[in-house]
């Protein structure tokens, strides 16, 4: 069956120190990978996307690398602030099925001071 | 904040009733997917609809069913409520400019708070 995972456990990071995410997928074919944030209560709200030929992305201070080999994808948060406290979820978009996101549960950040 | 607005932002019903939840998409977009987000839970794919015909459908069954009007907002309707329904329901809407092998970023509102007791 497919399945995307992260972790579920909260990651508790010190304020400055790199955040570091992992998205894990089985069963799929993904043409582009993509992290978003969310906040409680609100919409995810889209960070960055990688697509399948690359293998890293970079956005200030958010890197996605993407493995297709171990099917896995990672999210670092590097200088991280306690505004970046909030849900992270990796969403693949399988290439037979354009704009028809597949979420994982989402893993929580917290930063503190 | 996206420009895609949602309503009503919560709602309660009981089982076995019917309700309808809107979105308006951003202005220019013309395609819109709904996802269904259960507490702790990733969203879950639940149908798109691309100038106003369904464009696709999650592992959802008929009793969820939609519509897209010609100004490109959305209707998700849900007949005979069931407790597992209760979620946030989430509406994306982007530009599908019909190319090929070409990525459109989707744009999230804030969800609708769906309670059924």
């Known amino acids: 069956s497919q399945k995307i995972e992260q972790n579920s456990e909260a990651l508790n990071i010190q304020e400055g120190k790199t955040a570091t995410l992992t998205c894990n997928y089985t069963?799929?074919?993904?043409?582009?990978l993509q992290w978003y944030r969310q906040d409680p209560g609100r919409g995810p709200v889209f960070l960055l996307l990688?697509?399948?030929?690359?293998k890293e992305k970079r956005k200030e201070r958010l890197k996605v690398t993407f493995d297709t080999t171990l099917k896995q994808s990672l999210f670092h948060i590097t200088a991280s602030q306690p505004a970046d406290s909030a849900t992270y979820l990796c969403?693949?978009?399988?290439?037979?099925?354009?704009?028809?996101?597949?979420f994982g549960a989402g893993t929580q950040v917290v930063v503190t001071p | 904040e996206t420009g895609v607005t949602q309503s009503p932002t919560h709602l309660i019903k009981t089982r076995g009733q019917q309700v309808t939840l809107r979105c308006s998409s951003q202005?220019?977009?013309?395609?819109v997917s709904w996802y269904q987000q259960a507490l702790g839970q990733g969203p879950q794919f639940i149908f798109q609809?691309?100038?106003?015909?369904?464009?696709g459908r999650g592992n959802f069954p008929p009793r969820f069913s939609g519509l897209q009007f010609p100004n490109y907002s959305s209707e998700l309707n849900v007949n005979a409520l069931e407790l597992d329904d209760s979620a946030l329901y989430l509406c994306?809407?982007?530009?599908?400019?019909?190319?090929?092998?070409?990525?459109?970023?989707?744009?999230f509102g804030p969800g609708t708070r769906l309670t059924v007791l």
């Open positions: 994306a809407s982007s530009l599908d400019s019909g190319g090929l092998n070409s990525y459109n970023e989707q744009f």
């Open positions: 069963n799929y074919s993904p043409a582009y």
């Open positions: 990688i697509r399948e030929n690359e």
């Open positions: 969403a693949l978009e399988p290439a037979d099925s354009w704009g028809k996101l597949q």
């Open positions: 202005s220019g977009h013309n395609t």
């Open positions: 609809y691309y100038r106003e015909e369904e464009n």
